[in-house]
């Protein structure tokens, strides 16, 4: 039994490893079929009657930051809600697998509710935490560029963004 399991552990490291090599080979067709994989996991989650409700819910809340392009936003959408709606989808399986009554996978599924929930918002909050925190840091080297400078597009176009920032920093430059 052990045997097994580190037999199936080996060859999954070296599945993984081939593809890693795979992606290195051609990163523009790579990135190319991911762009189409996001959009199609898109439109389904989009389009489902099942999830459709809760997935523009999130989509909206991500896009409501302004800082992300419509692909990125696609992306994080797809990616926040099926990570959280595997790990629910988990739980539900595994309380049935152990509990092995209905009463109890019940439950479980009313907890992995609140808990998908909880974990999409949790995410979206990381996300809005970090914008706002490196939005504070880039209005205070704006603050500090401004006093240099003495003029305000100066002073936004020479102020110093983190990886967040510097599309919707450009956008304001150019008005």
């Known amino acids: 039994m052990m045997f097994a399991v580190l037999l199936v552990g080996v060859i999954a490291i070296y599945g993984i490893l081939m593809q890693d090599s795979k992606k290195k080979k051609n990163p523009a067709l790579t990135e190319k079929k991911h762009r189409l994989s996001v959009e199609k996991r898109y439109r389904f989650l989009n389009e489902n009657f099942l999830v459709r409700n809760t997935f523009r819910r999130v989509v909206d809340q991500i896009a409501a930051l302004s800082i992300y392009t419509l692909e990125e936003v696609h992306e994080l959408a797809v990616n926040y809600f099926t990570s959280a709606l595997s790990v629910s989808i988990g739980l539900i399986i595994l309380g049935a697998f152990v509990f092995q009554d209905v009463i109890a996978t019940l439950l479980c599924a009313l907890f992995a509710m609140v808990m998908f929930n909880v974990l999409v918002m949790k995410r979206i909050d990381a996300t809005h935490f970090a914008v706002v925190k490196e939005?504070?840091?880039?209005?205070?080297?704006?603050?500090?560029?401004y006093t240099i400078v003495g003029t305000i597009p100066d002073a936004i176009a020479e102020c110093h963004t983190g990886k967040l920032l510097p599309k919707a920093m450009d956008r304001i430059y150019l008005i």
């Open 135 to 145: 939005f504070s840091s880039t209005l205070s080297s704006i603050r500090e560029t």
